[in-house]
């Protein structure tokens, strides 16, 4: 059992840090959508991973801080050798003491030393944005105007089968370069334009067989912009934008699957019935001009 939650461990370490094969990838991405255990080991290490990554390079961690957790390192160590060498020995401690103790309780303190980092991380660190409102989570946002759609309750503002019309009707009301695909393997249905939280937001729907894509598209830079109060990607999600990384999936627990890319100056998230893959191998074959 231990060899097999090892194993899993390091499959989700794997998955985070981009290790695993295109096919590794997408045999996890089943497991975590189908077992809430470790889905939820997921979900921690990737929080975990975020928090350390977005928090520790923000602010410099105070000097009395390194030197009382050297100070409390050394008196835990002291207080250690009192217990395994009588006292009378103390004085040749330094000739006496086994090699293999020396590095027994090296291995011990600097894991403890690790641990007490950690845990000063957390405390002074625990403001982070990964747990974003749902009114500002641009996935979740996604997410429920996708079902609206479905459900009939959002009506097509600029119905049009050309995607060039439909990008010309976005770009008078945007200051950014919208980006609408012109694909094969799919019927554009139209857009809709709007403001989301003082956002310009652009929406566009495709349809392929009888299921729905959905896009929602903003102003990267809006995004992932810090101090914006509007719509953001969660930390993880906007880490993997800023590091370049193009159509990856937003694991959450729904029945609708959310692919997230990238374009030019757009941030988009792409929400469907249909497989990742689907989304992805659709939404980017694009007809010859």
């Not at 390194?66 to 009378?88: C, D, G, R, T, W």
């Not at 009939?152 to 119905?159: A, H, L, N, R």
């Not at 810090?226 to 370049?244: R, V």
Request: charged share 25%; hydrophobic share 35%; with cysteine.
């Amino acid at each position: 059992m231990s060899d097999k939650l090892n194993n899993i461990e390091e499959k989700i370490t794997a998955y985070i840090d981009g290790n695993l094969t295109p096919e590794e990838s997408k045999e996890f991405e089943l497991i975590i959508q189908t077992d809430n255990d470790i889905y939820n080991r997921y979900q921690m290490e990737l929080a975990v991973k975020s928090l350390l990554k977005s928090k520790i390079k923000n602010r410099e961690t105070p000097q009395y801080i390194y030197q009382n957790i050297h100070n409390a390192v050394n008196e835990e160590f002291e207080s250690k050798l009192k217990k395994v060498q009588p006292v009378s020995s103390l004085k040749n401690l330094n000739v006496s003491r086994p090699q293999l103790n020396q590095k027994k309780y090296f291995y011990f303190f600097a894991s403890t030393f690790a641990v007490l980092i950690i845990l000063f991380i957390a405390i002074n660190f625990n403001k982070t944005d990964v747990n974003i409102p749902p009114d500002k989570d641009m996935v979740e946002r996604s997410i429920q105007i996708f079902d609206q759609i479905n459900a009939g309750d959002i009506q097509i503002q600029f119905k049009t089968n050309n995607a060039s019309d439909l990008e010309k009707f976005f770009k008078e009301k945007c200051d950014y370069e919208v980006f609408v695909p012109d694909v094969k393997d799919a019927t554009l249905l139209g857009g809709v334009y709007n403001e989301m939280n003082g956002l310009k937001a652009v929406h566009f729907v495709h349809q392929i067989d009888n299921q729905l894509i959905y896009t929602l598209q903003l102003k990267k830079k809006d995004v992932v912009d810090k101090e914006n109060p509007g719509i953001m990607l969660a930390g993880p999600l906007k880490d993997e934008i800023l590091e370049g990384k193009n159509w990856f999936p937003c694991i959450k627990k729904h029945p609708d699957n959310v692919m997230i890319w990238q374009k030019d100056d757009v941030v988009c998230t792409s929400v469907s019935k249909l497989n990742n893959d689907v989304i992805h191998t659709t939404l980017t074959n694009f007809k010859q001009k």
